[in-house]
Each structure stands twice: as C-alpha cells, then as structure tokens.
C-alpha cells in the first residue's frame, strides 16, 4: 500500500510557474513508476508526465512538453512537477499517482496505475 499526498496548487496569472510535489509513504518509493495526470472541469482525467524508478526516463503529455518538468527524489519519496510558462487551459486538479512498472503501451493511461492521490487545484487566470 502506497499513500500519496499532493501539495502546490494554487493560483497563478498565466504565464506564470507553478511547483508541485507528491509525498509518498508507505512501501519503498523507489520501487515505483510515478506520474501526474490532471483533470479539468467537466472532462476527462489526462495524462500529463511520467518519470521511472530512478529519474532516467521521463515522459510528457504533447500539450506540457518544453513546458512542465516531471522529477523525484527517491531519498525523500518525492516526485516534482515544475510548471513553467503556465496557460489557462493547464487548469485543473493535478493528481499523482503509483504503478508498480513500466509499460510503454500504457503508461499514459489511468488504470495502469495502482495509487492515486487526492489531487491539488491549479488555477490559471487569462
């Protein structure tokens, strides 16, 4: 069993950055592929980053690459999404969340991850 709590949302002008973290707790962080995925009002929850056990590989959604950078710091059980150059269509809840490994066929999607947070607001005014 994994815990994950997210912190860092807010509201920003656009333009604008924004840092958010994930804590994990429970079993050994290192052990898991971790990712953000976010959901704006009304539609779908979208994958946005994700990063493998030891930060070598790291993987973004078209709309946030050369914008957002996904990091971890396993001694910490902590994985990182800087946001730069934010737009109003980046607003929505961010959340993380745990898979036990690595597909390239479905890391993008929600059901192959096995935890998830509870989510952070990321408001970005126009």
């Known amino acids: 069993q994994v815990q994950l709590v997210e912190s860092g949302g807010g509201l920003v002008q656009a333009g604008g950055s924004l840092g958010l973290s994930c804590a994990a707790s429970g079993r050994t962080f290192s052990g898991y592929v971790m990712g953000w995925f976010r959901q704006a009002p009304g539609k779908d929850r979208d994958f946005v980053a994700t990063i493998t056990w030891r930060g070598g590989n790291t993987y973004y959604a078209d709309s946030v690459k050369g914008r957002f950078t996904i990091s971890r710091d396993n001694a910490k059980n902590t994985v990182y999404l800087q946001m730069n150059s934010l737009k109003p269509e980046d607003t929505g809840v961010y959340y993380c969340?745990?898979?036990?490994?690595?597909?390239?066929?479905?890391?993008?999607?929600?059901?192959?991850?096995?935890?998830w947070g509870q989510g952070t607001q990321v408001t970005v005014s126009s």
């Open positions: 969340a745990a898979a036990m490994g690595f597909s390239s066929s479905y890391y993008r999607t929600l059901s192959w991850y096995d935890y």
